[in-house]
C-alpha cells in the first residue's frame, strides 16, 4: 500500500501498521464493488449537471411519511428550485452554502444550515433581516462579508480555522478532528490578526436584529 499524501507528526496514532495492513485487506476484497459505485456516483452527478432533478424527493414519502426535509448542499440553484417545488413545496429544504444563502432567500428558502453560522451569526441574521426588509444593498454587504470571511478561513485551512475562530469568540470547542492538521500558536495567532485586519470582530460583536438563522 502506497500512502501519497502529506505524513504529519500526529497522523502515526492512526496510521498504524496494523490498521494499514486492515484497510489493505479491506481493498484488496472490496476495491471493485468500490470502484462500480464511484462509477455509478459520477454517472449521478452527470445526470444532475445536465439538469436532471433528483428523484428522490418525490418518491420518499410513499417509504418514508415522516421526511419533513433535506438540507441542500449542492451550488446548484436550478436543481435548488425543483427541489423547493417538489409536491406543491411539501418539503423543508434549508439551503447548504453559506457563501450564496441571500440568492437562496430569494428563490424561497425559509433558512440555511452552514458551519460559519456557529460563529458569524449577526453577519446572516442582519443579512436575513435585509432581505426581509426588501433593502438589497444592506443584504448584499452582509454576504459578501460571509464571503470575504469563508475566503479567509479557507486560506488557513478552513476547519481549524473555523474551530479556532470559535475559541476566539469565548467558545472553546478543541482542535479539527484529524485528518485534519492543529494550527500552531503561530498559525492561531495569524489567523487572529487576519481576522481582525477583515473586521470580523466588529462584523459579529455588533448589535444585530432579531432575525435567526
Same mark, same amino acid.
Given at each position: 500500500?502506497?500512502? /501519497?499524501?502529506?505524513?504529519?507528526?500526529?497522523?502515526?496514532?492512526?496510521?498504524?501498521?496494523?490498521?494499514?495492513?486492515?484497510?489493505?485487506?479491506?481493498?484488496?476484497e472490496?476495491?471493485? /464493488?468500490?470502484?462500480?459505485?464511484?462509477?455509478?456516483?459520477?454517472?449521478?452527478?452527470?445526470?444532475?449537471?445536465?439538469g436532471?432533478?433528483?428523484d428522490?424527493?418525490?418518491?420518499?414519502p410513499?417509504?418514508l411519511p415522516?421526511?419533513?426535509g433535506?438540507?441542500?448542499?449542492?451550488?446548484d440553484?436550478?436543481?435548488?428550485?425543483?427541489?423547493?417545488?417538489?409536491?406543491?413545496h411539501?418539503?423543508?429544504?434549508?439551503?447548504?452554502?453559506?457563501?450564496?444563502l441571500?440568492?437562496?432567500?430569494?428563490l424561497?428558502?425559509?433558512g440555511?444550515?452552514?458551519?460559519?453560522?456557529?460563529?458569524a451569526p449577526?453577519?446572516?441574521?442582519?443579512?436575513?433581516t435585509?432581505?426581509?426588509?426588501?433593502d438589497?444593498?444592506?443584504?448584499?454587504?452582509?454576504?459578501?462579508?460571509?464571503?470575504?470571511?469563508?475566503d479567509?478561513?479557507?486560506?488557513?485551512?478552513?476547519?481549524?480555522?473555523?474551530?479556532a475562530?470559535m475559541?476566539?469568540?469565548?467558545?472553546?470547542?478543541?482542535?479539527?478532528?484529524?485528518?485534519?492538521? /492543529?494550527?500552531?500558536?503561530?498559525?492561531?495567532?495569524?489567523?487572529?490578526?487576519s481576522l481582525e485586519?477583515?473586521?470580523?470582530?466588529?462584523?459579529?460583536?455588533?448589535?444585530?436584529?432579531?432575525?435567526?438563522?
Amino acid at each position: 500500500m502506497e500512502i /501519497r499524501g502529506p505524513r504529519l507528526p500526529e497522523y502515526q496514532r492512526v496510521l498504524t501498521p496494523e490498521a494499514l495492513a486492515f484497510v489493505e485487506s479491506l481493498a484488496r476484497e472490496f476495491d471493485p /464493488r468500490r470502484r462500480q459505485l464511484l462509477e455509478a456516483r459520477a454517472g449521478r452527478q452527470r445526470d444532475f449537471d445536465s439538469g436532471r432533478m433528483p428523484d428522490f424527493l418525490a418518491a420518499t414519502p410513499d417509504h418514508l411519511p415522516t421526511l419533513a426535509g433535506v438540507k441542500f448542499s449542492n451550488p446548484d440553484l436550478m436543481a435548488y428550485q425543483k427541489c423547493l417545488h417538489t409536491n406543491d413545496h411539501q418539503f423543508d429544504i434549508p439551503w447548504g452554502t453559506d457563501e450564496y444563502l441571500l440568492a437562496a432567500l430569494a428563490l424561497g428558502a425559509a433558512g440555511g444550515v452552514g458551519s460559519s453560522y456557529n460563529f458569524a451569526p449577526p453577519i446572516y441574521n442582519r443579512m436575513i433581516t435585509a432581505f426581509t426588509n426588501h433593502d438589497l444593498p444592506t443584504a448584499r454587504t452582509e454576504q459578501y462579508r460571509s464571503v470575504q470571511l469563508i475566503d479567509l478561513l479557507a486560506s488557513h485551512g478552513y476547519m481549524p480555522a473555523a474551530k479556532a475562530t470559535m475559541s476566539f469568540l469565548g467558545v472553546d470547542v478543541g482542535p479539527a478532528r484529524l485528518p485534519h492538521p /492543529r494550527l500552531t500558536p503561530d498559525q492561531i495567532n495569524r489567523l487572529r490578526s487576519s481576522l481582525e485586519q477583515l473586521g470580523f470582530f466588529d462584523w459579529v460583536l455588533a448589535p444585530s436584529p432579531g432575525s435567526r438563522v
